[in-house]
């Protein structure tokens, strides 16, 4: 869950690891709701684990399921569980170092890819047909993005969910010029309706305006209980 952050700790651990991959990779460093730092916090947790298990992601329990067989991974669930997109392999030299045995790590190939199918008792106990294709998949926030057609460099998508989830196309791998661009605390109230960004085509969207610390939102004044940083709107009488 992205409110869990009992994995600190383990986090740390994970960006020391891991800074070369992780600034390779563009997202620079782990947050500890993600999936490595979890697996290196339960494994700490039971040493036991690291032999004769095998992480799963959401989906790969799912596709198990389904096959009636363990199923390779897709590299987009893969991703915060430290799986490196431009080299496609795990880091191993990474996971040695934090303790993560190269056999609990699942085999990833590329969304879209021929899994297998539905066996037949997946397919009594769900209405799916038996024999139909299981494909490799992705996250939501990247779905989002084809589905919304940002696919040309400059176009960029965001998806309001659990989490604010803006992202692009830039014309090669790396970091965009200037570093990244970090949305404030609080988006202002059109981002939080749900609108999605206008897509920027040929350049990067422009940089949002910074508020001081403790500033409240358009008025100045300090939210009091009850009051959030965007006042209601009065009527007129």
């Known amino acids: 869950m992205y409110d869990d952050g009992r994995a600190a700790a383990p986090a740390a651990a994970v960006n020391a690891a891991g800074e070369k991959v992780w600034q390779e990779l563009g997202y620079r460093s782990m947050q500890p709701s993600w999936a490595l730092p979890k697996l290196v916090a339960l494994l700490e947790d039971d040493p036991g684990l690291r032999t004769g298990s095998r992480l799963l992601h959401q989906v790969d329990l799912i596709t198990w399921r389904l096959a009636g067989r363990q199923l390779a991974s897709d590299a987009s669930h893969a991703l915060k569980t430290g799986y490196h997109l431009v080299e496609e392999r795990w880091p191993q030299e990474v996971m040695d170092g934090l303790g993560v045995p190269e056999s609990l790590l699942p085999e990833v190939v590329r969304p879209g890819s021929p899994l297998g199918t539905v066996c037949a008792p997946a397919a009594e106990a769900t209405g799916i047909p038996e024999g139909t294709a299981i494909v490799a998949g992705m996250t939501d926030g990247c779905a989002a993005q084809i589905g919304a057609g940002a696919l040309a460099p400059g176009a960029w998508n965001s998806v309001l969910g659990t989490t604010l989830r803006p992202q692009g196309q830039q014309p090669a791998p790396g970091p ?62």
């Open 176 to 237: 965009r010029p200037g570093g990244r661009r970090l949305l404030p605390p609080r988006p202002r109230r059109d981002l939080a309706a749900g609108r999605r960004l206008q897509q920027r085509r040929g350049h990067p969207l422009p940089a949002l305006p910074r508020r001081g610390p403790g500033r409240a939102h358009r008025t100045g004044r300090r939210p009091g209980p009850g009051r959030g940083r965007v006042p209601p709107r009065r009527r007129r009488r």
